[in-house]
């Protein structure tokens, strides 16, 4: 079916035989229509092409429909899987996600975290940050739908959604040291950066347990989660007069460029050196040899974040939200570069 000019919801209402109120739940998502319902009623819209007038809706409701996802870098394979399962966890609520990417740059963190010029056209807000600082999260808003990405390092009064990366680099670190492995190097740690010191952290405690010393060559900081300063510390790594017998790469577009590393200088793994990563993005069950990481799960993190938001944007005005800590699973993953 065709038509010409704009359709209206009235006229969607009245070709469906139901009322406008009903074909306005049908296509804003609202859960209390019933399944044969809906059902007729999004094929007449379908059919008519009628598209909701947004503009229109926010001033009704004062929301946009749209929900902000901003992380790091998009060029990560990991933020790249996460932003596909918050946008399906995100259209499944009804809501639209537009992604954008920081840089670690803390003023355009600020800037979304604060509902600047780029923050207030969202509803609500997923933000994974990088670099905002103590008093950063103090000054913000508290009543600012926001869900972070991350473990509180902050008393605040945002949702925090994560994994526990102390307990998952430590277990990482076990597996290692449970092959016999007894020079373990590190290659990720940062100064700064929460997830860097944490993985640290764990990755410390596994050493320490094992009566293993940390050597301080063996431990590679990075200014960056890539494949570059992965490749660049491995090599660091093979130039040592001893070098170590197994590495942790704190993500695992480093455990990447180490692994080129390795195989440019003719260094076997798992043989040599065996090698793990961490978040078991897409392209590192292909690599030869298949790569041991570990598994945050990603999908519990997009559906916790989304349903999180959406409940606080559901609450107000009522009041700025109760901060929940909500811990979302890891898995050790083993495959071929550490000998399974």
Same mark, same amino acid.
């Given at each position: 079916m065709t038509r010409r000019g704009a359709v209206t919801l009235q006229e969607v209402a009245r070709v469906a035989g139901v009322s406008p109120r009903t074909v306005s739940n049908v296509v804003n998502g609202y859960e209390h229509v019933a399944p044969r319902t809906r059902e007729h009623v999004q094929a007449v819209v379908d059919a008519l092409g009628y598209?909701?007038?947004?503009?229109? $809706?926010?001033?009704?409701?004062g929301r946009t429909g749209l929900l902000g996802l901003v992380v790091p870098a998009l060029d990560q394979p990991y933020f790249a899987e996460l932003a596909r399962a918050v946008v399906r966890e995100a259209t499944g609520a009804g809501f639209t996600v537009v992604v @954008?990417?920081?840089?670690?740059?803390p003023d355009r963190e600020r800037e979304l975290l604060r509902q600047g010029p780029r923050?207030?056209?969202?509803?609500?807000?997923?933000?994974?940050?990088? #670099?905002?600082?103590?008093? @950063?999260?103090?000054?913000?808003?508290?009543? $600012?739908?926001?869900? &972070? &990405?991350? *473990?509180?390092?902050? @008393?605040?009064?945002?949702?925090? /959604?994560? =994994?526990?990366?102390?307990?998952?680099?430590?277990? !990482?670190? *076990?597996?290692?040291?449970?092959?016999?492995?007894?020079?373990? #190097? !590190? =290659?990720?740690?940062?100064?700064?950066?929460?997830?860097?010191?944490?993985?640290?952290?764990?990755?410390? =405690?596994?050493?320490?347990?094992?009566?293993l010393p940390a050597h301080p060559r063996l431990l590679r900081y990075v200014e960056a989660y890539d494949r570059a300063s992965g490749f660049a510390e491995m090599t660091a790594l093979l130039d040592e007069d001893q070098r170590p017998d197994a /590495?942790?790469?704190?993500?695992?577009?480093?455990?990447?460029? #180490?692994?080129?590393?390795?195989?440019?200088?003719g260094v076997r793994v798992p043989q040599d050196i065996a090698l793990m990563g961490f978040d078991d993005v897409e392209e590192v069950r292909y690599l030869t040899p298949a790569l041991s990481t570990v598994r945050p799960d990603r999908d519990e993190i997009a559906r916790v974040a989304v349903a999180r938001l959406v409940a606080q944007l559901d609450r107000r005005p009522a009041g700025p939200p109760a901060g929940q800590d909500v811990t979302v699973a890891h898995a050790l993953v083993l495959r071929e570069s550490t000998g399974v």
């Open positions: 598209r909701a007038n947004t503009a229109a $809706r926010a001033m009704r409701t @954008d990417q920081t840089d670690g740059d923050g207030a056209m969202f509803d609500g807000l997923v933000l994974s940050p990088l #670099a905002l600082s103590r008093r @950063d999260l103090l000054d913000a808003d508290p009543g $600012r739908p926001v869900v &972070l &990405l991350g *473990e509180r390092t902050v @008393d605040t009064a945002f949702d925090h /959604v994560h =994994i526990d990366n102390v307990a998952a680099a430590r277990e !990482a670190t *076990e597996h290692l040291v449970g092959l016999g492995r007894r020079r373990v #190097a !590190a =290659i990720g740690l940062q100064t700064e950066a929460q997830t860097g010191r944490q993985r640290a952290e764990g990755f410390m =405690i596994a050493l320490a347990e094992a009566g /590495v942790f790469c704190f993500n695992d577009m480093l455990a990447v460029g #180490a692994l080129r590393a390795c195989l440019l200088r």
